[in-house]
């Protein structure tokens, strides 16, 4: 029998005529195993990773007025986060990217936040007052998160070094997501 749910074959006690012998029950208990296994491979974010590409330019609106270009912010580190307003982790990262801007700030790496799918720029300027944000945000669209690869969910996040090289890709919000953020900023920094 074929359990329609989870299309691992199922042996049920009683149909078929006998009972299921300890190979069998083995056999079952290895199966669900690796369909666990698989299962959770595939709920997981994938690692943070090395990008050692060239970023794309922007200019974007920010939200406070004027653009934001990354020209302008040559000779920076940049810490560049893709998130939405609707997104949980990305809510729940807010405070520690606030203390991570203040902690770096004044060591010349700015932070960026890059909204997208998020309504209307009032509303966005609603949000980011209401949580206190306290570091730039720009509008993202399509055209820019597709030249990032930002195709996997928010929040993305991209370390981008003081000659506009990707130095890394973060995807979700892992737990050690701040630590990994901070040694490449210091990387970068040192280079």
């Not at 794309?56 to 893709?82: C, Q």
């Not at 090289?165 to 040694?183: D, N, T, Y």
């Amino acid at each position: 029998m074929l359990d329609r749910h989870c299309f691992i074959p199922m042996y049920r006690e009683g149909q078929g005529g006998g009972s299921m012998n300890e190979y069998n029950r083995r056999l079952m208990s290895r199966r669900l195993g690796l369909a666990c296994a698989l299962l959770a491979a595939a709920c997981s974010a994938p690692a943070p990773k090395a990008e050692n590409r060239p970023a794309p330019a922007f200019e974007l609106p920010e939200l406070n007025g004027g653009t934001l270009s990354l020209a302008s912010l040559k000779g920076k580190v940049v810490v560049l986060d893709f998130w939405a307003t609707w997104c949980g982790p990305c809510i729940r990262e807010i405070p520690d990217y606030a203390e991570f801007w203040r902690k770096n700030q004044p060591r010349g790496i700015e932070v960026v936040g890059v909204v997208v799918d998020s309504g209307e720029p009032q509303e966005i300027q609603d949000f980011i007052r209401e949580y206190r944000i306290p570091y730039r945000q720009v509008l993202g669209n399509d055209q820019l998160q597709a030249q990032y690869g930002v195709n996997q969910g928010y929040p993305t996040t991209f370390v981008i070094d003081r000659q506009g090289v990707i130095r890394w890709k973060g995807l979700g919000s892992p737990p050690a997501k701040f630590k990994k953020l901070q040694e490449t900023v210091d990387a970068a920094l040192a280079s």
